[in-house]
């Protein structure tokens, strides 16, 4: 009887991806992600939209930079593809059913009203109105990006669907009718790329955090990736999002404190180490926020091979988390 339940409540996990062997010549992939583009862009009543109104910036050329940012630092492994834009003239509505009007949103720019609690929109409502589950579920799409503006209650990224995990917010409830992980990003045509580079860096840290949660000590290549000076002194490699490997707090990009990092060995040599150990400071990855992101994203590996179950080519996780063996 134990064997019947135990088989039974094996059936109702979700589906994980076979580990494959260990290999040096398993070929890196390609891995490619259709977009679900969704804008809230809303008429105001000076009778133009927000973005405009406010002059803030195009969502076509914040899509076009990324994209070919992220091609770039991918060196081609991770290439996104907007198969649908939705642009939409309202404000989401809030997890209490709150939503701003065009008055009452100005008074929160000029800071006559305090921004509406609880800020977080109603991912459901959302999920629900553009049928995201099912539609993952059929390949049509593989994630969504969202463009809000400041206050709209979006998180930079959170991913539901069957054993969707911690995506730098606590994963979607209720959506495991996906059949696989997905991801939503959640953008501001209010900021500019290196804003964009960083949400999706934050993706990126959470997904390779948990492709690398069961391996420990040098196994563990993800925790020596983001070492930096200040939590590992004498031993930097290319640190996180927030700290470049000389960094003493965060957004710290033009320190201009040099200090021994491994990062070039990360760049040319993985997975075979050499040793190779500079001093670097901020003319390394520019002093800025957007050339410290592409700088750091320019240093996944993105190789041939596998080892511990884990290929050497990280994007095929960041891209696709449903690769991700939990």
């Known amino acids: 009887m134990q064997k019947f339940f135990s088989a039974f409540f094996n059936l109702l996990k979700p589906a994980q991806p076979k580990v494959a062997p260990d290999s040096e010549t398993e070929p890196a992939q390609i891995t490619r992600s259709k977009v679900l583009l969704i804008v809230y862009d ?12 406010q002059s803030w910036y195009r969502t076509a050329d914040l899509i076009t930079s990324l994209m070919l940012d992220m091609m770039q630092v991918s060196a081609g492994m991770a290439r996104y593809e907007i198969v649908e834009r939705v642009e939409l003239n309202e404000f989401p509505v809030k997890t209490d059913g709150f939503r701003y009007t065009p008055q009452s949103y100005m008074n929160v720019l000029r800071g006559t ?16 109105q553009f049928n995201i589950l099912q539609r993952v579920a059929r390949n049509e799409i593989d ?18 669907g069957p054993g969707a995990f911690w995506c730098n917010a606590h994963p979607l409830k209720n959506t495991d009718a996906a059949k696989r992980r997905f991801v939503v990003m959640g953008f501001s045509y209010e900021r500019y790329i290196g804003e964009m580079l960083e949400a999706y860096g934050h993706r990126a840290e959470s997904i390779m955090d948990k492709t690398f949660s069961k391996l420990s000590g040098d196994a563990n290549l993800w925790k020596r990736f983001i070492q930096y000076d200040k939590s590992a002194p004498g031993k930097a490699a290319c640190g996180n999002i927030h700290f470049a490997p000389n ?23 993985f997975p075979n180490f050499k040793g190779d150990v500079r ?15 592409k700088w750091w994203f320019n240093h996944f590996p993105r190789v041939a091979g596998r080892k511990n179950g884990i290929h050497n080519n990280w994007w095929q996780y960041v891209v696709a988390p449903q690769n991700v063996v939990i």
């Not at 809303?42 to 109104?53: A, F, I, K, N, W």
């Not at 994630?143 to 539901?160: C, D, L, R, T």
């Not at 001093?279 to 992101?293: K, L, Q």
């Open 42 to 53: 809303p008429l105001m009543d000076s009778g133009v939209t927000l973005s405009q109104q």
């Open 113 to 128: 009203i305090a921004p509406r609690m609880p800020q977080e929109v109603d991912y459901s409502a959302i999920i629900a």
């Open 143 to 160: 994630e969504v990006w969202v463009f809000g503006f400041p206050h709209a209650g979006f998180y930079e990224s959170v991913m539901g």
């Open 247 to 269: 960094s003493r707090q965060d957004y710290d990009w033009n320190n201009p404190t040099l200090v021994n990092s491994e990062c070039y060995d990360w760049q040319f040599n």
């Open 279 to 293: 001093v670097v400071g901020p003319s390394e990855w520019g002093g800025e926020i957007r050339a410290h992101h």
